[in-house]
């Protein structure tokens, strides 16, 4: 008999000969004496595979049986095949062989209609593979965006004993089964693994049955979306398991609730965000849209989803807010003025769906009862652009392929970004001709911090941009969004209100900032400046860390740079800085300092070099928009920022490509006469350097602005 590829005996095979099990049986009367004879089940096709296979797997399942001392419900049914059934690949098949012993129920058991485990890896994921590979025993983070390919990418990891896979939604359990190329077992429900070299588990069930394992059974833990990982169901089984590596991979910038994740993960190893996978062409750009429809999303009702921790809209609460007359008039209306070509909406219930698809010429729906059939003919159908809008109850927010879509509608609001970012995500796969997708966000008529919109695939905070400002902000493409941010962060307003900022970051994440007069910037960094310096830290990731840098306040040479962490130890580190190499410039960075002579009123000399300095349309946002009169403090802060914006655009002319020879030549004579400090010149590369820092550099030496 030869091998057929499939689970029956129909069809084509490989060449390679196989057997069935009763001819093996046959072949091998000495070992199969007194045994059980396996027959063919009355109106089944028998179960074949090749006989190289059936020796290794036989002896590779009695080591493992001997060194997990399976129970007897988990052994052998006659011949030494698992219960479970063994997932069997030859390098001459292009798909999977299952050996089946006698009586094993086939009904509802897992099977692989695709082998995806001799897929050829892209660049960045056999770089993350390498990369976590030589990593040392320990807790590390993985930031991949949706789209570039987190699932392929951890199945290739280095086995060095058996691995724990752990995820709280089924989809990801499933398709681990389809990237490894070893038997993988599913710990969910009434699911239950048998000894398998990997195991994909459910968190909610897998908390629950921490007493079928050991805590040494598994060398790598991997955690699917590990920016749950804080929450006290994933915690548990941390504190149970000694693997010697966790490895977690996560698509979400940020967690929702601003939880930090370095409780669990000692630093981030690798990351390609959307933004890289975007301009590196793996990914469509999004062209993003606001509309405002009637709701409040802050009179809507959250509960907190017991294994992940994360706070959502209750479902029922969520449909009477969202499903009225009214607002679904203004979706549809929004769908018909910006919706283009293929349309994927998400509506926040099957009633919702039924009514926008109602309102939607064309549409069709698809939800949780609508029939497997059913659904892959809709989904085929949309695909093939035989109607133009497809609405659906989030039944399509993971393992939906189609290309083609090129709108989607998000009617469904959310405060998991996990969530936001699978519903965006099926539209992020480039096409012939496809360069952007458009996403279209129904908001409601309040502000609510906490709801997902399109910077939260940035992990942008839209608070950090003035009201009047936001929407300008976030409207347009993605790839370009974080410049339209810090844009409309760098205005008189904007810079006037900047100290409030830090005191919440203290107060509400618990950070000590030694009464340092610290300034956020649009894109969370953080700065303050001396005389000589503006020291910078750079936006703290997952895990809170970044890096602290030193900057030449009249190059913008970066003159150093720390290593990434901890942002405590950064703050630390910044102020016992300013307090030896800046003491005598302590009103400058010292916030009680400040305080003293910063609460005053702003002199006229100020308020006049002000208004020299501003247009009238920013004067007017100005006064506008502060809440009393400008004080001190905010006036130094503008004079400051206007000042520098003010040479910067004088000297915007000499920014054209590299330093001439001539301007090299300046610079290092001005060094060697001593008006270039030698801890500017070092930080400079000739070889990168551009026109416009060339005659930065000049000019101060030529004001002699390093002159102690």
């Not at 001392?69 to 030859?90: D, E, F, K, M, Q």
């Not at 991997?222 to 504190?239: F, G, L, N, Q, W």
């Not at 630390?572 to 302590?586: F, I, N």
């Amino acid at each position: 008999m030869r091998c057929t590829k499939t689970r029956d005996v129909n069809g084509g095979g490989c060449g390679t000969k196989d057997l069935a099990l009763g001819d093996l049986r046959k072949r091998r009367p000495s070992r199969a004496a007194g045994k059980q004879r396996a027959r063919k089940r009355p109106g089944r096709p028998r179960r074949i595979f090749h006989f190289a296979c059936f020796c290794a797997m036989e002896a590779d399942f009695r080591a493992r049986r001997r060194e997990a001392s399976l129970p007897a419900g988990n052994r052998t049914s006659g011949r030494g095949v698992p219960c479970g059934g063994i997932r069997i690949l030859r390098p001459q098949c292009e798909q999977v062989c299952y050996a089946f012993p006698k009586g094993w129920p086939i009904e509802g058991r897992e099977t692989a209609t695709q082998d995806r485990s001799t897929l050829k890896l892209r660049d960045y994921q056999q770089e993350c593979v390498e990369v976590c590979d030589a990593l040392p025993p320990g807790s590390y983070l993985v930031q991949m965006a949706t789209g570039l390919g987190k699932t392929v990418t951890f199945a290739r990891l280095a086995r060095r004993g058996r691995v724990l896979v752990l995820a709280h939604r089924k989809e990801i359990l499933e398709q681990a089964q389809s990237y490894y190329d070893v038997p993988v077992g599913i710990e969910m429900a009434e699911r239950a693994s048998a000894g398998e070299p990997v195991v994909a588990a459910s968190v909610a069930s897998l908390v629950r049955r921490l007493d079928r394992f050991a805590p040494d059974d598994f060398d790598l833990v991997i955690t699917d979306e590990a920016h749950h990982a804080v929450a006290p169901s994933y915690r548990k089984i941390y504190d149970y398991f000694k693997p010697r590596l966790h490895l977690g991979f996560t698509a979400t910038p940020n967690r929702g609730d601003k939880v930090r994740l370095s409780d669990v993960y000692e630093r981030i190893v690798f990351a390609r965000d959307l933004k890289w996978g975007i301009d590196q062409g793996h990914l469509a750009d999004i062209d993003c849209r606001q509309v405002t429809v009637d709701y409040d999303a802050r009179k809507i009702k959250t509960s907190r989803n017991s294994t992940t921790g994360q706070q959502d809209f209750r479902l029922r609460d969520l449909d009477e807010a969202l499903n009225t007359p009214e607002t679904n008039d203004q979706i549809a209306a929004a769908y018909r003025r910006y919706a283009q070509g293929q349309t994927l909406v998400f509506a926040a219930s099957v009633d919702h769906a039924y009514e926008l698809a109602r309102l939607i010429d064309g549409a069709r729906v698809v939800e949780a009862n609508t029939s497997p059939e059913e659904r892959e003919r809709l989904i085929s159908g949309f695909g093939r652009g035989e109607f133009p809008c497809l609405v659906n109850n989030l039944v399509l927010t993971e393992g939906t392929d189609i290309p083609g879509i090129e709108t989607v509608l998000i009617a469904r609001p959310t405060k998991n970004p996990t969530l936001y970012t699978q519903m965006v995500g099926r539209g992020l796969r480039r096409g012939p001709g496809k360069e952007s997708v458009r996403l279209v966000d129904c908001v409601g008529i309040t502000y609510d911090s906490g709801l997902c919109a399109a910077p939260t695939l940035l992990g942008l905070d839209p608070e950090k941009v003035l009201a009047r400002y936001r929407r300008q902000a976030v409207e347009g493409p993605l790839s370009t969004m974080e410049e339209r941010f810090l844009s409309f962060d760098e205005t008189p307003l904007s810079w006037a209100l900047r100290a409030k900022r830090v005191d919440v970051l203290g107060r509400d994440e618990g950070w000590d900032l030694h009464d340092v007069n610290w300034v956020q910037l649009g894109d969370g960094s953080l700065t303050i400046s001396t005389e000589r310096v503006v020291l910078r830290i750079a936006p703290v990731d997952l895990v809170g860390a970044s890096v602290l840098e030193i900057v030449d306040r009249k190059t913008g040479l970066v003159l150093s740079a720390s290593e990434r962490e901890p942002l405590q130890r950064l703050l630390d580190a910044a102020h016992e800085r300013l307090s030896r190499k800046a003491a005598d410039q302590r009103q400058l960075w010292d916030r009680k300092s400040a305080d003293r002579w910063g609460s005053r009123p702003a002199s006229p000399k100020q308020i006049a070099l002000i208004e020299k300095l501003c247009a009238e349309a920013e004067l007017s946002d100005l006064y506008d928009g502060l809440d009393g009169e400008l004080t001190k403090a905010q006036a130094g802060q503008l004079i400051t920022h206007l000042i520098e914006r003010s040479k910067s655009e004088r000297a915007a002319k000499a920014r054209k490509g590299r330093a001439d020879a001539r301007q090299r030549r300046d610079i290092e004579r001005l060094h060697r006469q001593g008006r270039v400090p030698d801890y500017v010149f070092r930080a400079i590369r000739f070889d990168e350097l551009d026109g416009y820092t060339a005659w930065r550099i000049v000019k101060a030496a030529e004001e002699d602005a390093w002159d102690a």
